[in-house]
C-alpha cells in the first residue's frame, strides 16, 4: 500500500514550457485533489475530482488542467508555465464524506 | 463559499506550557472540521476531525480541539507542548450543505515554535 505518491520531486521548467505532474493513489479513493503551497498564502486549491470522469475548478484554476480517466490516477498539466507558478505542489485523496485526505510528499516546481 | 480563518502567523510557547492555535470558519450548511500538520520539507498529516457529536475531539499526538458552534470556532489545544510540536499547523473545512461535493478548504497556516 503505496498511498499517494507524486512524481517528479523535483523540477525546473522554462517559461513556456509544459509538462504533467503525476498524482496516484491505491487506496481506492472517490475524492481527487491538487493544491499549491506558497509561503504566507497557505494551501489554495487548484482543481479537484470527485470520482472518475468528473472534475471541478477550486480557488486558482488558471494556467492549470486536470483529467480523471481512472479512480487512481490525477495528473495535472501546465500547459504553457510561468514564474507565478513556481511553488510547492501537493496532491491529496480520500473518500467521499466526512474523511480526512491522505497527501503526497509534494513536487517542488520552479519556473525560471 | 466556505472559508477557513487563521488568525496567528506565529505562536509561541514555553515547552510543557499549554498551547493553542486559533481556528474559525464560515459555512452554509454543517461543516466538517480537520487540522493537519506540516513538518519540513514533508507533506501533510492528519490530526484530527470533527464530524458530528462531541464537541471535544482528541487526536494524534496529544492534540485534541474544541469545535463551538456559536463562535464558529475550532482551535487546537494540547496541555503540555514538546520541542517535537514545533510545525506549520493547518485547519480545513468542508461544507456540508446537503447536496453536492465540496471541497476541502484550507487557511493560510499557523506556524507554532515551542522554546525549550
Known amino acids: 500500500n503505496a498511498g499517494v505518491t507524486q512524481t517528479p520531486k523535483f523540477q525546473v521548467l522554462k517559461t513556456g514550457q509544459s509538462m504533467t505532474l503525476q498524482c496516484a493513489q491505491d487506496?481506492?479513493?472517490?475524492?481527487m485533489s491538487w493544491y499549491r503551497q506558497d509561503p504566507g498564502m497557505g494551501l489554495r486549491l487548484i482543481h479537484y475530482?470527485?470520482?472518475?470522469?468528473?472534475?471541478d475548478q477550486g480557488e486558482v484554476p488558471n494556467g492549470y488542467n486536470v483529467s480523471r480517466s481512472t479512480t487512481e490516477d490525477f495528473p495535472l498539466r501546465l500547459l504553457s508555465a510561468a514564474p507565478s507558478q513556481t511553488s510547492v505542489y501537493f496532491c491529496?485523496?480520500?473518500?467521499?464524506?466526512?474523511?480526512?485526505?491522505?497527501f503526497g510528499p509534494g513536487t517542488r516546481l520552479t519556473v525560471t | 463559499a466556505q472559508s477557513v480563518a487563521q488568525p496567528e502567523d506565529q505562536v509561541n510557547v514555553a515547552e510543557g506550557n499549554p498551547l493553542t492555535v486559533k481556528c474559525t470558519y464560515s459555512?452554509?450548511?454543517?461543516?466538517?472540521l480537520f487540522w493537519y500538520v506540516q513538518y519540513p520539507n514533508r507533506g501533510l498529516q492528519f490530526l484530527l476531525k470533527?464530524?458530528?457529536?462531541?464537541?471535544l475531539v482528541k487526536g494524534s499526538y496529544g492534540f485534541e480541539a474544541e469545535f463551538n458552534k456559536s463562535q464558529t470556532s475550532f482551535h487546537l489545544k494540547k496541555p503540555s507542548a514538546l520541542v517535537s510540536d514545533s510545525a506549520l499547523y493547518f485547519c480545513?473545512?468542508?461544507?456540508?450543505?446537503?447536496?453536492?461535493?465540496?471541497?476541502?478548504?484550507f487557511g493560510k497556516g499557523t506556524r507554532l515554535s515551542v522554546i525549550a
Open positions: 480545513a473545512v468542508r461544507d456540508m450543505p446537503g447536496s453536492g461535493n465540496t471541497p476541502l478548504v
Open positions: 487506496m481506492n479513493h472517490e475524492y
Open positions: 470533527y464530524i458530528t457529536g462531541d464537541n
Open positions: 475530482s470527485v470520482g472518475a470522469g468528473i472534475t
Open positions: 459555512v452554509s450548511g454543517n461543516p466538517y
Open positions: 491529496a485523496s480520500s473518500y467521499a464524506g466526512p474523511y480526512e485526505q491522505y
